[in-house]
DNA sequence: TTTTGTACCGAACAAACAGTTCTGTAACGA
DNA sequence: TCGTTACAGAACTGTTTGTTCGGTACAAAA
């Protein structure tokens, strides 16, 4: 990729992020991207289709990471290295957004967080048809198995973002707790 | 009032009605509404401030008689009169989406749902309060309150998201008991 | 170094949109 | 019947979007 590509690129996106968290999505204009980001009308245009689009772009740079991450450990339940605690993959994702890279919580905590959110738990999907539904540990309940599955992503999802409204006062291991304990009841049923 | 002004409001709210179940809010123009609508440019803003001033009154409108009509039902477990069986709001609340007043199913079906789904759960929270919180059936738990309460809330609309995309293939007797089995282990704990 | 390609800029452009202001008309309530 | 007021219609300003074009600067291959 042509270097001038990726400067501008990665231009537009932290001209986007900035101001995605000062002020909502629906009222920020491609002229003041352009402007911040210190490029040309024709650039955008020929790097974006439309302002969505960019959004998707920065939504698959942000969470394509996290969730890559994750989908790459060991299924269901595992050993940490460094300790002897059995673990889940909802623990590794709460830490690493409290690492915060690339100015992802800011984002999560601003009035556009509806929109990460929203993309957040799609991604999450498949990462809980991992860690429970293809182990069979859903199977065993009554209820409908898509339903259980879009319940515990809705209520990961809801729960990161309390804690986000929360000012993350508690550690990834408090809110884990918290999680599991709303959720343990149903797939070990 | 004056029949004029709510002969035009509803032509407003209805010609937006059947545009947010076309389009997304995001892209639907005032120009559009009032051509639907025939009213005058002068006449809509004579009524509503903005394009999202005439969706915060529709949402009003649309969730005020829902949340009242529930709100008005005796607190926590009750008896119907019809039958012998302890039921809940939810159930309540879900007969009356079932019935399908003034296109909210429509809406909520629609590409917009978040938006109507966000604010169906922002109602619903002071519903909760006096279903579980109130009669400090959350407090027994190690959880913080507002945390079970944000999660009930969240499962509940989420609850109903999936009937929706499930078509509404299931009763709301069979809904309800799916809710009630996610979140009972928790608020009886 | 020279050459070839291409990413970029700047300006200008048309079309659509938001929101306001004006005048005249028609419907309302008393 | 009479004063009030909601409405239509049109015009207007300023903004936004998305596109087009000629010229410049940078990149990678010769």
Redo the contacts with the bound molecule.
């Keep these: 990729m042509?270097?001038?590509?990726k400067?501008?690129?990665d231009a537009i996106f932290q001209a986007f992020t900035a101001l995605l968290a000062e002020k909502h999505y629906n009222q920020i204009?491609?002229?003041e991207i352009i402007d911040r980001a210190?490029?040309?009308?024709?650039?955008f245009?020929?790097?974006f289709e439309?302002?969505d689009y960019l959004l998707k772009d920065l939504c698959e740079e942000l969470f394509g990471h996290i969730v890559d991450a994750a989908m790459g450990l060991p299924h269901g339940h595992y050993h940490y290295s460094c300790g002897s605690e059995t673990d889940s993959v909802f623990l590794h994702l709460l830490r690493h957004l409290q690492k915060n890279d690339s100015n992802i919580l800011e984002l999560l905590s601003s009035q556009n967080n509806e929109i990460f959110l929203r993309y957040f738990k799609s991604n999450l999907k498949e990462l809980i048809m991992r860690q429970y539904a293809d182990k069979g540990m859903l199977s065993t309940s009554k209820l409908p198995e898509d339903y259980l599955v879009n319940h515990i992503s809705s209520s990961f999802v809801e729960t990161v973002n309390w804690w986000l409204s929360q000012k993350m006062q508690q550690t990834p291991e408090e809110i884990t707790e918290y999680f599991l304990a709303v959720i343990e009841p149903i797939v070990n049923g």
Tied chains: 1, 2.
């Design positions: 042509d270097r001038r590509q400067k501008t690129r204009s491609v002229q210190n490029v040309g009308r024709t650039t245009y020929a790097h439309t302002k």
